[in-house]
């Protein structure tokens, strides 16, 4: 059995998507800049595509862009917003616990002389919400705050957030990270109100390489990247027009079947804690058991383990998991995300990231569980020595 659990670091493209991709190389490979015919033709697959994903987000079809991924259009918009606004105040707010695609451009910037803001937040990674209304002031341009954590899945309630800045200071603009909420939870953006929001393809089931970023009307950025004025300007270069197309397929697939396939990953993740708590003792949960967790991720310490020798056990069984965020788990360092949320070196030691989607079932964790107790059992014993 092969059992795929690091669907936060990347998804399995459906084949609905793959076919759809193969038909665009095929068939549609003019450039929709051209003017002719095949050019107009492609216009029109990137211009359906683009209006699949504004419904589904609730905003215009014009306040979509597209990218080459999440890390572009975290850059986009944060350099984008920054550069267009640094004359106005040099404060910015983050919080401890974002991806490095948005942690280092903070670092970058707080290298150039602005002043930054780290937010704190509780051992499940909730940002601390009176440091947060404390800190806004009329110099603050910009906050970015993820909507949910890559390594435990933890959901800010970004609605709330949105009230407390603009409340403070209703010029400071809003970017979140939701890169791993796309697809997961139910994203209004019309509702929300908040000036710009990232996302990437192969997070829900679309392929690497493509991404896009919503710019509200209501504000104006300054490129990052510049060119023949693609993507209004926002993101120039010849548009990766499979990418696109397929990006839009998982998203009108996911559209319609959203409800059942979250109640699905949800159901499969509650079974998996359950086996987890009843078969495997010295075990710490780092993820809220509850609505404040996104559906598909849970992060579990099991003490007395080195998380990453646990994964390549679990690898001789064809079990793939992750010790913490994909990007970052090569640095042999402890994840820094765990670390800001205050937990001790022993439970970041041990620490998992097994991460859900649609096409999981319940044998697959009946698998898992039994191979987990068989392997934490073993490196508990060595560990010991
Ligand atoms: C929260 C978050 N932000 C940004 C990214 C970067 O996205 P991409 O891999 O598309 O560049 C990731 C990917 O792991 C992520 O989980």
Known sequence: MNVYLDNSATTRVRDEVINEIIDVFKKNYGNPSS??????????????????????????????????GGTESNNIAVQGIINKLKRRGNHIVTTKIEHPSIMNIFKYYELNGFEVTYLDTNEFGLINLEQLEKC?????????????????????????????????????????????????????????????????????????????????????????????GQESGK?????????????????????????????????????????????????????????????????????GTKAEVLLHYLENYNIFISTGSACSSRDKSVSKILLAMGLKEKEIEGAIRFSFSHYNNKEEVDYVVDKLKICISEIRKIMKR
């Open 235 to 303: 993101r120039a270069g010849t548009e990766n027009v499979p990418g696109i197309v397929g990006m839009g397929k998982a998203v009108e697939i996911l559209h319609k079947n959203f409800k059942n396939e979250i109640d699905h990953v949800s159901e499969i993740k509650q079974y998996f804690i359950d086996a987890v708590k009843s078969n495997i003792t010295d075990i710490r949960f780092n993820s809220y058991i509850d609505e404040n967790c996104a559906p598909h991720v849970v992060n579990v310490s099991f003490l």
């Open 35 to 68: 003017l002719h015919r095949m050019g107009f033709e492609v216009e029109k697959k990137v211009k359906n595509a683009r209006v699949i994903i504004s419904k589904f987000l609730n905003v215009n079809e014009n306040e979509i862009f597209f990218t080459s």
């Open 136 to 228: 806004i002031t009329e110099n603050t341009i910009l906050a970015a705050i993820m909507m949910v954590n890559n390594e435990n899945g933890t959901i800010q309630p970004i609605d709330e957030i949105r009230k407390i800045i603009k409340a403070k200071n209703r010029n400071t603009k809003i970017h979140v990270d939701g890169i791993q909420a796309f697809g997961k939870l139910k994203v209004d953006l019309k509702k929300l109100g908040i000036d710009s929001f990232s996302f990437s393809g192969h997070k829900f089931h679309a392929p690497k390489g493509v991404g896009g970023l919503y710019l509200s009307n209501n504000i104006n950025i300054e490129p990052v990247v510049y060119g023949a």
